[in-house]
């Protein structure tokens, strides 16, 4: 097994404070100018949510700060989380003109800056409505799809009120991505900046258990958003996968939110000091978990993959960032079972090689590899909780919610929409909201539709 790392970093540097300390004013102005002001910005045609990239950026370059907050605001609820967590290296800065010189503008670096100056000197307070008159919506779950759904509908004087199960809003933002990628604290200022426009969070509601859809509707709401994400985590049903020791990755990041937040003990955090630890999968979770096992204390992280790094789906910059930081890679390595009397103590492993057809296939070689923890990281899908409780709603073969091209979102029960990564395979999280804001217009659609039947007379 050819184990590819960087030998060479100090384990103790690691902290979980945001790495990227992102620009000062100066930096952020000059960096703002050298944008080319394209009058066909590619930049803005590869942004999932259609941002208005070049006209932020001239703002910016002129100092009007006031100017390009509106204008960020204009597509975007969540700015300082898109500036630190989109992937800027395959959508806007990757289409930059700049870039086949390797000197894209760095576009999420200044819309995080903008987000934050205006959040720190306090240049705008977003308002809500006057009378938030147009017909009252409920938002199941807060993560980008219902924080951008709740947004958007609030600006359109929707009476929103979002419903999640977790003891603060933020889904995914908050308990799913680490703090040294994106801070609690920036995530509570962006939930609060939606509430200020009068949007109403019930926290500690878990529809499906404590509540149901019919019960939500009988309270005068007249259209759903269900943006509950991937809830389950898929398995690994290898031999040994009842052996203690061997966790999902969301499972992990969650509690270590949970502990570094005060909420639990930190001897709560399943990664211990001194373990040696295989992450299973190579995308930007697993990413992540490696990145936090590290931090933790864990004296090895090794990422275990399949295939090879070129087809890896974690970001290019995320696996340099790992591989900085001391994560071993892998690849083409692919578990057959774990071994271990009483906890797991080691993975068997298949080495993988590749045909001239491009095809893995198996070796036939074995290696094993040492462990005391593995921490699974291959994807989740959608949990059955609501759908379970409520008549009406179909799903397709693989449990994901299916919805209408008209109007945009709407499930096959009339007022129910959905959207994110509950509707499709899990993605990034400025997808979430591109997604979502169609579907926010799509209620809007229905209920102003609905209206206008009820005025006629219900013709």
Same mark, same amino acid.
């Given at each position: 097994?050819?184990?590819?790392?960087?030998?060479?970093?100090?384990?103790?540097?690691?902290?979980?404070?945001?790495?990227?300390?992102?620009?000062?004013?100066?930096?952020?102005?000059?960096?703002?100018?050298?944008?080319?002001?394209?009058?066909?910005?590619?930049?803005?045609?590869?942004?999932?949510?259609?941002?208005?990239?070049?006209?932020?950026?001239?703002?910016?370059?002129?100092?009007?700060?006031?100017?390009?907050?509106?204008?960020?605001?204009?597509?975007?609820?969540?700015?300082?989380?898109?500036?630190?967590?989109?992937?800027?290296?395959?959508?806007?800065?990757?289409?930059?003109?700049? #870039?086949?010189?390797?000197? /894209?503008?760095?576009?999420? @670096? +200044?819309?995080?800056? =903008?987000?934050? !100056? $205006? %959040?720190?000197?306090?240049?705008?307070?977003?308002?809500?409505?006057?009378?938030?008159?147009?017909?009252?919506?409920?938002?199941?779950?807060?993560?980008? #799809?219902?924080?951008?759904? /709740?947004?958007?509908?609030? @600006? +359109?004087?929707?009476? =929103?009120?979002? !419903? $999640? %199960?977790?003891?603060?809003?933020?889904?995914?933002?908050?308990?799913?991505?680490?703090?040294?990628?994106?801070?609690?604290?920036?995530?509570?200022?962006?939930?609060?900046?939606?509430?200020?426009?009068?949007?109403?969070?019930?926290?500690?509601?878990?529809?499906?258990? $404590?509540?149901?859809?019919?019960?939500?509707?009988?309270?005068?709401?007249?259209?759903?958003?269900?943006?509950?994400?991937?809830?389950?985590?898929?398995?690994?049903?290898?031999?040994?996968?009842?052996?203690?020791?061997?966790?999902?990755?969301?499972?992990?990041?969650?509690?270590?939110?949970?502990?570094?937040?005060?909420?639990?003990?930190?001897?709560?955090?399943?990664?211990?000091?001194?373990?040696?630890?295989?992450?299973?999968?190579?995308?930007?979770?697993?990413?992540?978990?490696?990145?936090?096992?590290?931090?933790?204390?864990?004296?090895?992280?090794?990422?275990?993959?399949?295939?090879?790094?070129?087809?890896?789906?974690?970001?290019?910059?995320?696996?340099?960032?790992?591989?900085?930081?001391?994560?071993?890679?892998?690849?083409?390595?692919?578990?057959?079972?774990?071994?271990?009397?009483?906890?797991?103590?080691?993975?068997?492993?298949?080495?993988?090689?590749?045909?001239?057809?491009?095809?893995?296939?198996?070796?036939?070689?074995?290696?094993?590899?040492?462990?005391?923890?593995?921490?699974?990281?291959?994807?989740?899908?959608?949990?059955?909780?609501?759908?379970?409780?409520?008549?009406?709603?179909?799903?397709?073969?693989?449990?994901?919610?299916?919805?209408?091209?008209?109007?945009?979102?709407?499930?096959?029960?009339?007022?129910?929409?959905?959207?994110?990564?509950?509707?499709?395979?899990?993605?990034?999280?400025?997808?979430?909201?591109?997604?979502?804001?169609?579907?926010?217009?799509?209620?809007?659609?229905?209920?102003?539709?609905?209206?206008?039947?009820?005025?006629?007379?219900?013709?």
């Amino acid at each position: 097994m050819i184990i590819d790392k960087q030998s060479d970093f100090d384990q103790r540097e690691l902290t979980f404070e945001e790495i990227d300390e992102g620009y000062t004013f100066r930096q952020a102005i000059a960096e703002a100018k050298r944008c080319l002001t394209c009058p066909k910005p590619l930049c803005r045609k590869n942004c999932p949510i259609e941002q208005e990239i070049p006209q932020f950026i001239e703002a910016l370059a002129k100092g009007n700060m006031g100017e390009a907050t509106a204008i960020i605001a204009r597509r975007s609820n969540l700015p300082a989380v898109c500036g630190r967590v989109c992937p800027h290296e395959k959508q806007c800065e990757g289409s930059c003109i700049l #870039a086949k010189q390797g000197q /894209a503008i760095r576009i999420g @670096k +200044l819309e995080r800056f =903008v987000a934050d !100056f $205006d %959040a720190e000197v306090g240049l705008t307070q977003p308002s809500s409505c006057s009378a938030l008159s147009k017909g009252k919506v409920a938002v199941i779950g807060s993560g980008p #799809a219902g924080l951008t759904v /709740a947004g958007d509908l609030a @600006k +359109l004087c929707y009476d =929103v009120t979002v !419903f $999640d %199960a977790q003891e603060e809003p933020g889904g995914i933002l908050m308990y799913g991505i680490p703090d040294f990628r994106l801070s609690k604290e920036v995530v509570r200022r962006e939930i609060n900046r939606i509430q200020m426009l009068g949007v109403e969070f019930r926290n500690q509601v878990l529809v499906g258990t $404590d509540c149901t859809i019919d019960e939500i509707l009988d309270e005068g709401f007249e259209a759903i958003f269900i943006g509950t994400g991937t809830a389950v985590p898929k398995s690994l049903d290898l031999p040994g996968c009842d052996l203690p020791g061997i966790m999902q990755a969301s499972y992990f990041l969650r509690v270590l939110a949970l502990a570094n937040s005060g909420n639990v003990s930190r001897r709560e955090i399943p990664v211990n000091p001194g373990d040696k630890v295989a992450i299973i999968g190579a995308g930007n979770v697993a990413m992540d978990a490696a990145r936090t096992a590290l931090r933790v204390g864990a004296s090895e992280v090794t990422v275990l993959y399949r295939r090879d790094k070129s087809t890896m789906t974690a970001l290019q910059s995320e696996y340099e960032h790992a591989k900085a930081e001391g994560v071993g890679f892998s690849w083409m390595s692919s578990p057959l079972r774990y071994i271990g009397d009483h906890k797991v103590e080691a993975l068997e492993i298949a080495l993988m090689e590749t045909k001239p057809d491009g095809s893995v296939v198996d070796s036939g070689r074995r290696e094993n590899l040492p462990v005391d923890k593995v921490i699974l990281a291959i994807g989740q899908r959608p949990a059955a909780r609501i759908i379970s409780t409520t008549s009406g709603i179909e799903v397709n073969e693989q449990g994901y919610v299916i919805t209408r091209d008209k109007p945009y979102g709407m499930t096959t029960r009339r007022g129910v929409f959905a959207g994110g990564d509950v509707v499709h395979e899990p993605a990034t999280v400025v997808l979430a909201m591109k997604e979502a804001k169609k579907v926010a217009a799509g209620m809007a659609m229905y209920i102003e539709a609905k209206k206008l039947i009820e005025e006629c007379g219900g013709l």
